[in-house]
């Protein structure tokens, strides 16, 4: 089964955070970079499945230069080959023309089955597999717990709101957005950092790929969310500050 | 300004979150002085449909179909294309479910256009519709606009807006208008099977009048015992974050959130919770709410009433020596 699992870079998850002077994204110098934690779970998966089925495993993402690392790693771990979509401005794009950029780049490939995270932990929109679906014209399930393939099609465990779950069966090639916590990721070893070292990582510049990309939408601002409460800070060593918790939950918010 | 409200069902009942974004939808249309219509879509709604149709809206639209009985993204994308193409409507509103997330991008993309997902509210400021969304995992707002031509598509985050604001007509109903799609069954290519829960719950949440709540800041499994602790010194429950439960340290139905159950205890306490949208939801109708974070800025403190910025592991066993103590005076 060749899979094509999309990872992103994201800023880590303890990043100070500031915000840029254009004032419509953060200031990304002196912060580090991870890879979105969702997409981990989505690798791991497609390690796995290539791992009992055979085949080859691709990791696609887009970005800046910075964002090989996030390629590298993937492939330390065990995927075969990276493909990274150039774009300085990636995180300019809207939900629609990321997808149309990788969808150009992925039609390229000989594959069965694309894997995506759930969402990202920066933008957050969740809608880039569901999109790749569409655009590339295949089935697609998302928020998956466990997947079984089942010669030319799959049977998926689906999440639902409230501890509820689903069986949904679709047929490959297809696209699935897998949910966090699907399995336990790998750490990258030794032996795969060397390999990863001798694979290879085909760059392509997203203009190259010819998309049209009209934004159909834009983030005009970013900012400091307001807070709808007033939080009341309590302060001192740790002692005082379990007293005076413990008086003001008795005493003025009455709950304890 | 022309509004559709796209509701959501499952076996003829409703998604509460429905109402929630009838709510937005409504105000919007007042605001924008624009008309509001609201889709029921499925098979055998029509009750559903009629009882829609006692709201403030300018009418109800009925879609229902065989292959519409039960949900799939191929056969709600193409049902609603046809209907949002006969409608013209400038913006189409749903609440933002796991099911939306699954088939309103697709559907938006299946037009050409895109979607404003997970929006927490909106502004309408001299003609012009902004929408407010959460990035960052809560951490920054943003306030996104449309570009393009309609109709533009917009969801609603679960519990931005209140369900019991939803006007309804002094007198009379609205409309209600049935549409009917042509849905081909080889144009459904997922095939939905049965619906199922995996563990029993053993522990009701939502019964509980203090949590005790852990996150990722607990660090390890053999941290655990000392929420716990603190829990029974309060004569609460434990419950934790989405990681927490995916790592095995606590089980699933322990779990706050969009994934796990919806609480709204008297006392809550998030230990190490930073805060993330997806826990939010399922917590932030507590009466009160206590968060300990070393993390000044962890989007937990929008909506604590007491905070305390500081290690937990310092803090909560005095925390839970102090409550004893209390107790026993």
Redesign the interface.
């Known amino acids: 089964m060749n899979i094509v699992v999309c990872v992103k870079q994201v ?1 880590a998850k ?1 990043a ?2 500031a ?1 840029d002077p254009s004032g419509t994204w ?1 200031r990304e110098t002196d912060i580090s970079f991870e890879t979105n934690e969702p997409d981990t779970f989505a690798l791991e998966e497609a390690l796995r499945l290539k791992e009992k089925h055979g085949g080859e495993v691709v990791a696609i993402s887009m970005g800046p230069e910075r964002v090989k690392q996030t390629i590298k790693e993937a492939l330390a771990k065990g995927a075969d080959r990276g493909i990274h979509v150039t774009d300085d401005k990636f995180h300019a794009l ?3 023309a990321s ?1 149309r950029s990788l969808a150009a780049a992925i039609k390229k490939e000989k594959f069965d089955l694309i894997l995506t995270g759930l969402q990202s ?7 880039t597999g ?2 790749l ?3 590339l014209g295949l ?5 998956i717990m466990s997947i079984e393939a089942q010669g030319d099609h799959l049977r998926l465990k689906r ?13 490959l090639p297809a696209v699935l957005t897998i ?3 699907i399995n336990k990721p790998r750490y990258a070893t030794l032996k795969g950092i060397m390999a990863a070292k001798k694979k290879e990582i085909a760059a392509v510049t997203r203009e190259s790929l010819g998309v049209p990309a ?16 007033k ?5 001192g060593t ?2 005082e ?3 005076k ?2 008086e ?3 005493h003025e ?1 009455r ?2 | 300004m022309k509004i559709l409200l796209i509701t959501e069902q499952h076996d003829a009942k409703w998604n509460k979150v429905s109402f929630e974004t009838l709510a937005a939808a409504q105000q919007i249309a007042s605001e924008a002085k624009g008309s509001l219509s609201g889709v029921v879509i499925g098979q055998g709604v029509a009750a559903l449909a009629d009882e829609l149709a006692a709201y403030q809206l300018d009418e109800v639209v009925l879609i229902e179909n065989a292959l519409l009985e039960k949900y799939t ?2 056969g709600y ?1 193409i049902a609603l294309k046809q209907v949002i193409e006969q409608a013209k409507p400038d913006l189409v509103l749903l609440p933002h ?3 939306v ?3 309103a ?2 559907l ?3 037009m050409g ?6 929006c927490v509210g909106y502004r309408y400021e001299g003609g012009k519709l ?1 929408f407010v ?16 031509d309609a109709p533009w598509i917009a969801s609603f985050q679960a519990g931005a807006f209140r369900a019991d604001l939803a006007g309804k007509k002094s007198d009379g109903k609205a409309t209600v208008k049935s549409v009917s799609v042509e849905l081909k069954p080889e144009a459904i ?11 029993k ?1 053993a522990v009701d949440l939502t019964q509980a009048p ?1 949590l005790v709540s852990v996150g990722r800041g607990i660090k390890a499994p053999e941290n655990i015992p000392l929420a716990e602790k603190l829990a029974k010194a ?1 004569g609460g429950e434990l419950s934790a974050s ?2 927490i ?2 790592e095995g340290w606590l089980p ?2 322990r779990q706050i959130g ?5 609480v709204s205890p ?2 809550y306490l998030a230990l190490g919770i930073s805060g993330a ?1 997806q826990h939010v939801v399922g917590m932030k109708g507590s ?5 300990i974070n070393k ?1 000044q ?1 962890a ?1 937990i ?11 937990l592991f ?2 909560v ?3 839970t ?3 004893e103590k ?1 107790k026993s005076s």
Not at chain 1, 121 to 127: E, I, K, V, Y
Not at chain 1, 214 to 229: A, D, F, M, S
Request: glycine residues 6%; proline residues 8%; hydrophobic residues 40%.
């Open positions: 800023p303890d100070p955070l915000i953060i809207d939900p629609l997808a932990d920066d933008h957050g929109f969740g809608q569901v999109l679906a569409e655009l089935p697609h399930a998302t928020i999440e639902l709101e409230a501890g509820w779950f689903q069986w949904v069966e679709l047929p949910q966090s916590g009209p934004l159909t939408q834009r983030v005009e601002r970013i900012y400091v969310p307001h807070k709808t409460k939080t009341e800070f309590i302060t740790p002692k500050i379990a007293a918790l413990v003001k939950l008795r918010a709950v304890l | 993204p191929d994308s479910t796991y099911q997330r699954d088939f991008p697709k938006a993309a299946s256009k895109g979607m404003i997902g997970d902004i969304r959460q990035m960052f995992q809560g951490r920054t707002a943003a306030d996104v606009i449309f570009q393009g290519r997922t095939k939905p099977l049965e619906l199922f829960r995996e563990a719950q203090i309060m989405r990681p439960c995916d699933m139905d969009s994934s796990g159950q919806t008297k006392l949208i009466r009160t709410i206590v968060a993390d800025n989007p403190f929008e909506i604590a009433d007491y905070g305390v910025v500081g290690d310092e803090i066993p005095a925390l020596e102090e409550v209390s």
